[in-house]
């Protein structure tokens, strides 16, 4: 039996890094996003992809491969779902949390190899290229100490009134999950609006996540990019406590216990 030709992800040219994306609506349906191929991973193509709601997501010794799912994992910063457990955790002030104090060291952190073998697409490339974009005030990193030991943290990309979360990592019970409570709690009160979460995760569900097909996750890209960023460096010099105070409760986890 004859199959029908595979169509193929957009090749983007190499050494212009101006290039347009083609339209999101093209992205493959098998792999689930694969919208383009190729590129650089320099500062102009970075920003250029997140204003379109497109990332980057490659393994060791693949070509660099250019993402936008449908649909699309969303957190609101005001829909926070936090555990009884959580909150009492977070009243004993166990961790200390800053903003951009050390975004190299987060990034390593993400880049390690997870119990579940997961880490390793974090290729030094990308590593290069995410420091680059935090010089450039626009990625941005929460760190998770205790004590003076960094324990966990997240970092990501920040657009107009968007935050595309990249990763997380954890060292120590409950690290990732504070980093995420004071990241909700500073972009509300700065005026952001959604934060990406690329992909589905049932650990996303329980915390509020939703999923939000890509011609509105598109729109609300489109509509929030041109807001006023948060300019420069995040880090106030402070060493923040949060307390969710903001957050909802998480009824699921309320019940059980």
């Given at each position: 039996?004859?199959?029908?030709?595979?169509?193929?992800?957009?090749?983007?040219?190499?050494?212009?890094?101006?290039?347009?994306?083609?339209?999101?609506?093209?992205?493959?349906?098998?792999?689930?996003?694969?919208?383009?191929?190729?590129?650089?991973?320099?500062?102009?193509?970075?920003?250029?992809?997140?204003?379109?709601?497109?990332f980057?997501?490659?393994?060791?010794?693949d070509?660099i491969?250019?993402?936008?799912?449908?649909?699309?994992?969303?957190?609101?910063?005001?829909?926070?779902?936090?555990?009884?457990?959580?909150?009492?955790?977070?009243?004993?002030?166990?961790?200390?949390?800053?903003?951009?104090?050390?975004?190299?060291?987060?990034i390593?952190?993400?880049?390690?190899?997870?119990?579940?073998?997961?880490?390793?697409?974090?290729?030094?490339?990308?590593?290069?290229?995410?420091?680059?974009?935090?010089?450039?005030?626009?990625?941005?990193?929460?760190?998770?100490?205790?004590?003076?030991?960094?324990?966990?943290?997240?970092?990501?990309?920040?657009?107009?009134?968007?935050?595309?979360?990249?990763?997380?990592?954890?060292?120590?019970d409950?690290?990732?999950?504070?980093?995420?409570?004071h990241?909700?709690?500073?972009?509300?009160?700065?005026?952001?609006?959604?934060?990406?979460?690329?992909?589905?995760?049932?650990?996303?569900?329980?915390?509020?996540?939703?999923?939000?097909?890509?011609?509105?996750?598109s729109?609300?890209?489109?509509?929030?990019?041109?807001?006023?960023?948060?300019?420069?460096?995040?880090?106030?010099?402070?060493?923040?406590?949060?307390?969710?105070?903001?957050?909802?409760?998480?009824?699921?986890?309320?019940?059980?216990?």
């Open positions: 039996m004859n199959r029908p030709p595979t169509r193929l992800p957009y090749l983007l040219p190499a050494h212009d890094p101006a290039a347009r994306f083609p339209d999101v609506r093209e992205a493959l349906t098998e792999p689930d996003g694969l919208l383009a191929i190729g590129g650089d991973l320099g500062v102009p193509r970075l920003i250029n992809a997140y204003r379109h709601g497109i980057p997501w490659f393994s060791e010794g070509p491969l250019w993402w936008c799912p449908d649909p699309r994992t969303v957190l609101r910063p005001d829909g926070l779902r936090i555990s009884r457990s959580l909150r009492k955790f977070l009243r004993r002030r166990a961790y200390g949390v800053t903003l951009d104090r050390d975004f190299p060291a987060v390593r952190g993400c880049s390690e190899p997870r119990a579940d073998g997961d880490g390793t697409w974090l290729v030094p490339e990308m590593i290069d290229a995410y420091i680059a974009l935090h010089a450039e005030g626009v990625a941005h990193s929460v760190e998770i100490w205790r004590d003076d030991a960094l324990v966990g943290g997240l970092y990501g990309v920040a657009i107009g009134g968007v935050f595309f979360g990249e990763s997380m990592f954890s060292h120590a409950n690290a990732s999950k504070v980093a995420l409570v990241l909700c709690e500073r972009l509300g009160a700065w005026g952001f609006e959604l934060i990406d979460c690329q992909v589905l995760s049932g650990h996303l569900l329980r915390l509020g996540a939703e999923q939000m097909p890509r011609e509105q996750f729109r609300r890209v489109v509509e929030l990019r041109e807001r006023p960023p948060q300019p420069g460096s995040w880090d106030d010099g402070r060493i923040a406590f949060p307390e969710a105070s903001g957050a909802h409760p998480s009824a699921e986890t309320e019940h059980a216990r």
